[in-house]
């Protein structure tokens, strides 16, 4: 029997219609820009100057632009009443894939522009919201401990995702230490430092929530989860967050910490498209990644590293953010490679973060991360979605987290 899909949320009828109006309102704007480029023919290479269209021609798309607007607002008050009523916290593995990428690739966007489709930061077990009260917390099962894991899942992604091939991470290692584990969702979309200062606050009110002494904290951030962690770190110690003096470890499974090559290319590409006035509103569709994918660029961490600049900057703007002090730093990387240096391990890394930016290893010595080489851990003839069942990594997290 093909299993029932869980019926769509009022709410996400709401944001997808909200995000077809955008798409039309950018892509009106998309034509319209390729039309007067197309009728002042400017030379091949340059800036574009004006782009909007004149007279007549204007007229229509402004009326385009009117219509579509009149359309998304009605279909505001119509849709509640047209959608059969299903529970807010109504769900499916599918359902969450797609919000958790729709979040990764515009989720600034969906901030922004108020959809309901935005996902909230907050924790979360078993796909699960989890109530930062001590009562709520009191009643999770098993019952929680003095050992707290929080796990903080990447970009595109969301908590669920922890698990694979019978593996999670966060499980095993309640299972071998009475750890009482957590997993942060976010909106990945965002940008790094405004998830870090929010996680920060998070864990706050968390730590000051939890119903038995917390002797020990410990987070574990995949790819972008371990950029948002250290951020949170940067910000808990400026806002003076008491739960830094208990956090013991922090492990980063394949974190770009200097950044990821593809967002690079992808950025150098729309560079060389903003050439040509011809091919310049192109380009506007690449200028749209979220802001957490351009973050991606160098490993940004904080507000100073891109406020007030242009979303294409090349240059790296990075204030140095090293780990915190007083507290064990593990850093895992996999690689397609079947050793250092090779063919696929230079050209391919992990498919998505290199080696060397996975250990925090820089040119800079100030951006260089100072994990000890028995913090390290490097596995081959794997890719960044192995970090999370790779038998190898499993044994590794055993071993560091060890405690007496």
């Known amino acids: 029997?093909?299993?029932?899909?869980?019926?769509?949320?009022?709410?996400?009828?709401?944001?997808?219609?909200?995000?077809?109006?955008?798409?039309?309102?950018?892509?009106?704007?998309?034509?319209?820009?390729?039309?007067?480029?197309?009728?002042?023919?400017?030379?091949?290479?340059?800036?574009?100057?004006?782009?909007?269209?004149?007279?007549?021609?204007?007229?229509?798309y402004q009326s385009i632009r009117s219509v579509?607007?009149?359309?998304g607002g009605g279909m505001d008050v119509l849709v509640p009443l047209l959608t059969p009523p299903v529970?807010?916290?109504?769900?499916?593995?599918?359902?969450?894939?797609?919000?958790?990428?729709l979040n990764g690739v515009i989720g600034d966007h969906l901030v922004a522009s108020e959809n309901p489709l935005a996902i909230p930061m907050r924790f979360r077990?078993?796909?699960?919201?989890?109530?930062?009260?001590?009562?709520?917390?009191?009643?999770?099962?098993?019952?929680?401990?003095?050992r707290v894991l929080v796990l903080v899942h990447g970009l595109c992604m969301n908590d669920q995702q922890w698990l694979r091939n019978g593996n999670d991470h966060g499980e095993a290692l309640a299972r071998a230490f009475g750890f009482s584990p957590l997993y942060l969702h976010y909106n990945s979309g965002r940008h790094v430092s405004n998830n870090g200062r929010e996680f920060a606050d998070r864990l706050a009110e968390l730590i000051a929530a939890w119903p038995v002494p917390v002797d020990e904290l410990v987070i574990v951030g995949h790819s972008m989860g371990g950029l948002v962690t250290?951020?949170?770190?940067h910000y808990a110690r400026l806002a003076g967050h008491g739960w830094l003096d208990r956090l013991s470890a922090l492990v980063f499974l394949g974190t770009p910490h200097h950044g990821a090559p593809l967002e690079r290319a992808g950025n150098l590409f729309d560079l060389l498209l903003e050439i040509s006035p011809y091919a310049a509103p192109i380009a506007r569709i690449g200028g749209n990644r979220a802001a957490g994918i351009n973050d991606l660029r160098h490993g940004n961490l904080l507000d100073e590293d891109w406020d007030g600049r242009h979303r294409r900057y090349r240059a790296?703007?990075?204030?140095?953010?090293?780990?915190?002090?007083?507290?064990?730093?593990?850093?895992?990387?996999?690689?397609?490679?079947?050793r250092d240096g090779d063919l696929r391990d230079?050209?391919?890394?992990?498919?998505?973060?290199?080696?060397?930016?996975?250990?925090?290893?820089h040119a800079d010595e100030r951006f260089t991360?100072?994990?000890?080489?028995?913090?390290?851990?490097?596995?081959?003839?794997?890719?960044?979605?192995?970090?999370?069942?790779?038998?190898a990594i499993i044994d590794q997290l055993a071993i560091w987290l060890a405690r007496p």
Do not use: N
């Open 316 to 338: 790296d703007p990075r204030t140095p953010v090293p780990l915190p002090d007083g507290v064990d730093c593990f850093a895992v990387a996999t690689t397609r490679g079947r």
């Open 230 to 233: 250290r951020s949170a770190c």
């Open 346 to 361: 230079r050209l391919l890394g992990d498919g998505l973060v290199p080696v060397a930016s996975a250990l925090g290893r």
């Open 369 to 391: 991360l100072a994990f000890p080489e028995s913090h390290q851990l490097v596995v081959y003839e794997r890719d960044h979605f192995d970090l999370f069942d790779a038998p």
């Open 125 to 146: 077990r078993g796909g699960e919201p989890v109530a930062l009260s001590r009562d709520a917390l009191a009643a999770l099962s098993p019952a929680p401990t003095g």
């Open 1 to 60: 029997m093909t299993p029932k899909k869980a019926a769509l949320r009022g709410s996400d009828v709401v944001g997808m219609g909200r995000l077809a109006f955008d798409a039309m309102f950018g892509l009106t704007d998309l034509v319209e820009a390729m039309h007067g480029t197309i009728v002042r023919r400017p030379a091949p290479i340059g800036a574009a100057g004006e782009t909007h269209t004149r007279g007549l021609t204007r007229f229509v």
């Open 68 to 71: 579509t607007h009149v359309l």
């Open 87 to 101: 529970a807010e916290d109504t769900s499916s593995p599918r359902r969450e894939v797609l919000v958790s990428v």
